[in-house]
C-alpha cells in the first residue's frame, strides 16, 4: 500500500495530537532539503509521554504499510527520531526541544498549518 508524502505528514500529525503531543509544528522542506519532504517537531512533558507519542506514531504508520526507516532514542526519551522516508518526525522531551530548537534550524521552510 502506497501513501502520499501530504497524507502520511497528516495521519502522523493525528496519531501525535492522539497522544497529546504539545505544539507540533509541520515544516515543509519541498525544494529545500533532500532529506524529506516534511519534518514534524513536537514535545512531551515526561520521557514516558515522548515514548507514548513515538509509539503511536511507528503504530499508525505500520498500519498504512509505510516502512519505519530509523528510529532513534527510544531509550532515553529526550530526542525520538523516527524517519519515515518522506515524513521524518521528532519528539522532544518539552526541556530538549527548547535547548535544541531545530526549527530555528530550518527557518527557510514553509510551516505547514495543521487542520
Known amino acids: 500500500m502506497s501513501i502520499t ?9 493525528d496519531a501525535a495530537d ?12 519541498q525544494g529545500i532539503s533532500l532529506i ?7 514535545h512531551g512533558n515526561s520521557e514516558t509521554q515522548v515514548q507514548a507519542i513515538a509509539a503511536e506514531v511507528r503504530k499508525k504508520a505500520d498500519e498504512q504499510g509505510v516502512r519505519v526507516r530509523g528510529l ?13 522516508g518522506d515524513v521524518v518526525v521528532h519528539v522532544f ?7 535544541y530548537n531545530i526549527e530555528r534550524l530550518w527557518s527557510d521552510a514553509k510551516v505547514v498549518e495543521n487542520v
Do not use: Q
Request: hydrophobic share 50%; proline share 2%.
Open 36 to 42: 524529506a519532504d516534511y519534518f514534524i517537531i513536537c
Open 93 to 99: 522531551h518539552r526541556d530538549d526541544r527548547e535547548y
Open 18 to 29: 492522539d497522544k497529546k503531543a504539545m505544539n507540533i509544528v509541520t515544516l515543509n522542506l
Open 5 to 13: 508524502p501530504d497524507k502520511l505528514m497528516a495521519l502522523i500529525v
Open 72 to 84: 532513534e532514542g527510544m531509550d532515553t526519551a529526550r530526542w525520538v527520531l523516527i524517519d519515515l
